[in-house]
């Protein structure tokens, strides 16, 4: 069932803070002046603030930059609109340069009436609100005073605080807070997100997130993309098989789980439900003898293969219904578990591996390594990550990094969970409920992974669908969830990704 890769729409695109500048500066040599742009930008500001807000004190923190020049602009036009408006710069205006300098100018002249602070901060009543403009997504060290103790009021400040563009102190690359950070109440930025909005701890310092059109166009950012994209349905959901008229089970492939011992059956049987709600035609479990039993009477729909050990599994392998395969879930972490996946891997059909899977291979992670391909999606958590891969940094480059080396598809899992592919693509989901922090959650999630594999679904795009879709099942869930909810509301998530697609 093959299909083709996924088309992205432009404006899911995200953009690192170096290729916005690139987009920026390719922007100002097609023809716009960049004094057009802050213009713009600061415009979309404004008009994100008083579509919110009602007439207010506000205080506009303005940094040593572009992002403080986008500051001048905003003061100007809310002063011009009757808002009581006042200035504090962190550096004396008449060192700014270029388009910040031509900003504050501007300001100057048509509204001189606004009061400016240089230096320091005023007193301010704490229904003010804040427009901190300090500094945008180029900042890449931490804080140095004054700097860090103005973002450390802003921070306490109990009015709302909007921020130009990301707010000051978060790495507009990692979502990292360098040193200390403004907490938002809305972020405006510009053109795309970047992933510092996505990633934690930036995206829920980010507050509510605004994204403006500058006028940027849309050829120039396909120039500059990297293959980012935040996870959204409408560029998976194409992949998706739909059932027909003429559908029949055969179509929507045969799924498998190696299955764990008698002790330990629950984490198989949420993963085996799980694929059989995202749609897989026929789901097995492959188990040793003394466990079918247990999976028989549990799991109504779902059949039972006798796989004792690696060799029965190989016969298993010598038949090509069997399309798809997951192992890691209460697989155990011996010797047999490692020779397991290397059968599964060679066989070259999709795979998934989670938990014991890869714990297995702490010790020996260039066996692992050595078979695995892109068909393959590994599945870790955190701890997971670091028993296998020694990359550092955030989780959007850890994640990259594991699927350069391994040349599998990785889902790192988190509350900002990332997917990436072996070729630099990446997808970042930045709202997995906290409500996924329980026992075999992840166990579905490699279920509904298995599932859209055995329809064909490409193993970039079926991580991503599952991560967006396990999402969803359970924010649907909401308070008191447990792992045995979710597969019964992946139908659900199903319809919710079908209208997401659509933009309903």
Request: glycine content about 10%; charged content about 20%.
């Amino acid at each position: 069932m093959p299909h083709a890769a996924a088309s992205f729409p432009s404006d899911d695109i995200v953009l690192s803070p170096r290729r916005m500048a690139e987009a920026d500066a390719a922007t100002i040599r097609a023809g716009t002046p960049g004094i057009e742009l802050m213009e713009r930008a600061g415009r979309a500001v404004v008009r994100a603030i008083t579509a919110r807000y009602a007439p207010r004190p506000v205080v506009v923190l303005a940094g040593p930059g572009n992002n403080g020049g986008d500051g001048w602009v905003v003061a100007r036009r809310l002063a011009s609109l009757g808002w009581p408006v006042q200035v504090a710069s962190l550096l004396d205006p008449a060192r700014l340069k270029g388009d910040a300098a031509r900003a504050y100018a501007r300001c100057r002249e048509e509204r001189p009436e606004i009061p400016v602070r240089i230096g320091e901060l005023p007193d301010f009543p704490a229904e003010a609100l804040l427009v901190d403009a300090l500094f945008g997504t180029g900042l890449d060290r931490p804080l140095e005073q004054p700097a860090a103790s103005w973002v450390e009021r802003a921070h306490a400040h109990q009015g709302p605080v909007v921020a130009v563009d990301v707010p000051s102190g978060v790495h507009g690359g990692t979502g990292a807070v360098l040193g200390c950070a403004v907490a938002a109440s809305l972020t405006v930025t510009f053109c795309r997100p970047k992933p510092g909005h996505l990633l934690l701890p930036g995206r829920d310092l980010a507050g509510e997130l605004l994204i403006a059109d500058i006028g940027i166009p849309d050829a120039i950012v396909a120039s500059v993309d990297e293959g980012l994209r935040r996870n959204d349905p409408r560029w998976w959901w194409p992949l998706i098989p739909r059932r027909g008229s003429d559908s029949h089970k055969y179509r929507f492939g045969h799924a498998v789980v190696v299955g764990g011992p008698p002790h330990a059956t629950g984490a198989t049987r949420l993963a085996a439900r799980s694929a059989l709600r995202v749609g897989a035609g026929l789901v097995s479990v492959a188990a040793s003898p003394a466990s079918l039993p247990t999976y028989a009477a549990a799991l109504t729909t779902v059949m039972t293969k006798p796989c004792a050990d690696p060799a029965a599994l190989a016969r298993l392998l010598e038949d090509p219904r069997f399309n798809a395969w997951l192992i890691g879930p209460a697989a155990g972490t011996e010797e047999p578990t490692r020779e397991s996946v290397s059968l599964l891997a060679r066989s070259g059909r999709p795979l998934v591996l989670d938990a014991d899977a890869l714990t297995a291979f702490a010790g020996d992670r260039a066996r692992l390594l050595s078979v695995l391909h892109a068909r393959c999606v590994l599945t870790p958590h955190d701890g997971e990550y670091r028993r296998l891969f020694a990359h550092e940094g955030d989780r959007l480059a850890r994640a990259r990094a594991a699927a350069a080396e391994s040349g599998a598809v990785v889902l790192l899992k988190g509350a900002d969970t990332v997917v990436a592919a072996p070729d630099g693509r990446a997808a970042i989901l930045p709202w997995a409920p906290p409500a996924l922090a329980t026992a075999g959650t992840g166990d579905v999630l490699a279920g509904i992974v298995l599932g859209l594999l055995a329809q064909g679904v490409p193993s970039f795009e079926a991580a991503a669908a599952a991560a967006w879709l396990h999402a969803r099942a359970g924010a649907l869930a909401g308070s008191g969830l447990i792992a045995e909810d979710l597969p019964e509301l992946v139908p659900e998530a199903l319809d919710c990704a079908e209208r997401a697609s659509a933009g309903s």
